[in-house]
């Protein structure tokens, strides 16, 4: 199983972007599936995170800014990213909880992407 996160880039502060990230592979079925975040110097913090039953969780710094989605059948995630802050700038990372068959269950992470807030 492979997930590869795309989406990332430089963007003024106040603008938009849309993190995809999209699962392959041996995949039965996903559960959670969510997003975290590493800036330069600081500890990783989850950002979002989405469970199969469409339950949410956010980090307090983006709610209402951020919105986690998910595509079951492209076995894709997305984070939508809205009124972007500097304090946003970091690597993000996506996640998925994955069965590969009835019994087997592990998490697997994409390869991050580099979101830049700046002017």
């Known amino acids: 199983v492979q997930l590869q996160a795309s989406g990332g880039g430089l963007v003024q502060p106040g603008g938009s972007l849309r993190l995809s990230c999209a699962a392959s592979?041996?995949?039965?079925?996903?559960?959670?599936v969510g997003w975290y975040r590493q800036a330069p110097g600081k500890q990783r913090e989850l950002v979002a995170a989405?469970?199969?039953?469409?339950?949410?969780n956010y980090a307090d710094s983006v709610k209402g800014r951020f919105t986690i989605s998910r595509d079951n059948a492209k076995n894709t995630v997305y984070l939508q990213m809205n009124s972007l802050k500097p304090d946003d700038t970091a690597v993000y990372h996506c996640?998925?909880?994955?069965?590969?068959?009835?019994?087997?269950?592990?998490?697997?992470w994409g390869q991050g992407t580099l979101v830049t807030v700046s002017s």
């Open positions: 989405l469970t199969s039953g469409g339950s949410t």
């Open positions: 996640y998925a909880d994955v069965y590969t068959d009835t019994w087997t269950r592990r998490d697997y």
């Open positions: 592979g041996s995949i039965f079925s996903i559960d959670a």
